[in-house]
């Protein structure tokens, strides 16, 4: 016997300021964009994602979400995100899967419990990072991090050893944003290792988080004003330093150099090594040209999107669709 199917999904996300500086307890601003990754879930004899038998071991993320399920379930997900591209496509469906089984098995859970649900996942799956991702996804709109005297914003707090992390919401302006997608897929564990050992080697790595930090929060500052010229200024900044780092690519440094004439700023977002960069501009179609013509994938991103969701079911059966590619970890 086959159950009830539930379907939940949750929204990407693109970093503005602030990545890997926000796992040393940085700040960080993050939005949620309009791709979303879809998660149905249903019981059954077998276990299955997508019509094929999974293996938990090749799949981390449903390893750990499924930790406490004890009889067989049948998984689909559908993805607009890019995978390994930065947009936060592991996190999505973390959610989006918490979400999901949560329901099917009777229960509710608060906007932090889903949070911690994600953010578990991604520490079982990657080793370490910050609860960055999964807030932005759970939460939608945006988040920021760490950032003083945001008052009653305030979402949550979670520390992990000797970080804390401070969720605040975030109100963003109305802005019109470019991703441009390298194609290439960098997972987010061997970058943030990348970076911890040149902190721990070198003091000068150390500074340069440190500046990170010091650059989000005039951005955070520059958000709020919707002043586009200073936070894409910081923006371009920000991704000399996380060059600096050794996270950026030639291939990311291309399409951040195309976009540059038809924008305020541009900057790798994400882990780096591939994956994705953001423009803020006034000209998106121009930046999309000068995307695509460096080789790159653009697209036109929407913010201030809804979170982590319950969806309608659909009258047929998730399984009879072709879904698009899972994001592989």
């Known amino acids: 016997m086959t159950g009830e199917w539930f379907t939940a999904s949750a929204p990407g996300k693109f ?3 602030g990545e890997h500086a926000v796992v040393y307890g940085k700040p960080a601003v993050v939005v949620a964009v309009d791709r979303r990754i879809t998660c149905s879930v249903r019981r059954s004899r077998k276990n299955t994602l997508n019509g094929e038998h999974i293996d938990f071991n090749k799949q981390p993320h449903f390893r750990y979400l499924t930790r406490d399920t004890h ?3 049948d998984y689909v997900t559908n993805s607009q995100i890019p995978p390994g591209s930065g947009m936060g496509s592991s996190a ?8 999901a089984l949560s329901n099917e098995r009777g229960g509710y859970m608060t906007e932090r419990e889903l949070v911690d649900e994600a953010y578990g996942a991604e520490l079982y799956a990657q080793g370490s990072g910050s609860p960055m991702d999964a807030s932005a996804c759970v939460h939608g709109k945006g988040v920021a991090i760490n950032i003083p005297d945001a008052g009653s914003k305030e979402l949550w707090t979670i520390s992990r050893g000797d970080r804390t992390w401070r969720v605040t919401d975030v109100d963003v302006p109305d802005m019109t944003f470019v991703i441009g997608n390298t194609g290439i897929k960098a997972p987010t564990g061997p970058q943030v290792d990348k970076v911890r050992r040149y902190t721990e080697k070198s003091h000068f790595a150390m500074d ?12 955070y500052d520059a958000l709020h004003r919707n002043d586009v010229e200073t936070l894409g200024r910081l923006m371009t900044h920000d991704h000399k330093l996380l060059s600096i780092l050794g996270v950026s690519c ?21 882990s780096g090594g591939g994956g994705c960069m953001v423009a803020l501009t006034d000209e998106p179609e ?14 036109v991103v929407q913010t201030g999107v809804e979170g982590a969701r319950m969806e309608l079911q659909p009258s047929n059966d998730p399984l ?3 879904p698009m590619d899972y994001p592989r970890m």
């Open 15 to 17: 970093v503005i300021l």
């Open 71 to 73: 009889y067989g379930m």
């Open 92 to 99: 999505a469906l973390s959610a989006a899967l918490a979400l």
């Open 208 to 219: 340069v988080v440190d500046e990170i930090g010091s650059v989000t929060l005039e951005g």
């Open 250 to 270: 030639n291939e990311l440094n291309k399409l951040v150099r195309a976009a540059l004439p038809y924008s305020y700023g541009a900057k790798l977002t994400g």
């Open 286 to 299: 121009k930046v999309c040209e000068a995307i695509s013509a460096r080789g790159g994938t653009p697209y």
């Open 320 to 322: 009879l669709e072709i």
